[in-house]
């Protein structure tokens, strides 16, 4: 295992050597300690499936349902999650970098230790999403997405583009935002109780502010 700062969040990720790994391309009972390079598994159906230690590059899972199961100790880079659908499982001890969530759909999902970098949510929806543990986002976009009752106190969105990205009911205390694109975000001012921005984000901080309360500004 190494470590990664991001912000004020240190995550614990995986250090994985291919050459420790066996190549993979079937994904039905579950992988540990594989290795799987452009596998196209598009539209499938997971149940209770876990992945472990493996290593995941440019995999195709648009489209996919996954209920249950775990991604444990595994590095994901370049896969396609757009469109799929996740229900109630763990991600834990992995980096995710490069990769497509375009309109995905993320409930009771629990996040510990994950690193998305450089990833596309644009329209994905996260419901009831928990942090267990350390999560950052770094230089992702989150444009236009949704999320509701999610539990993310403390993670790191950092460098990221929140233009139109909806929150409600969502904890974020103490989340580092720092950097990130806040032009656009839809947002009660309460989601945002406790959170760390930089100074040059104040005017889009205010602009919020002047729409969350429907105030009426004008020059004398």
Known sequence: ?????????????????????????????????????????????????????????GVDLSESTWEAGSLYGCEITRTDFSGAT?????????TITGSRFTGTRLSDVRL????????RFDY????????????????????DGAWSSCRLPRIALRSCDLAGLELCSCHLD?????GSRLHGLKT???????????????????????????LTVRNE
């Open 86 to 94: 996740l229900t109630g499982i763990t991600i834990e001890r992995c």
């Open 188 to 214: 009660p001012l309460d989601n945002l109780r406790g959170v760390t921005l930089g100074e040059d984000q104040l005017p889009d901080l205010t602009q919020l502010t002047v729409a969350a309360l429907d």
């Open 112 to 119: 510990e230790d994950v690193l998305f970098d450089g990833c």
């Open 174 to 178: 103490g989340t580092d935002l720092r």
């Open 1 to 57: 295992m190494r470590t990664t700062t991001i912000g004020d969040v240190k995550v614990l990720l995986p250090d994985l050597d291919p050459d420790d790994l066996d190549t993979a391309t079937d994904l039905a009972d579950g992988l540990t300690e594989a290795l799987v390079e452009g596998a196209a598994w598009h539209g499938s159906h997971l149940e209770d499936v876990s992945i472990r230690s493996s290593l995941l590059t």
């Open 124 to 143: 994905a929806t996260f419901q009831r999403v928990t942090a267990a543990g350390s999560v950052a986002f770094a230089d992702c976009s989150l444009t």
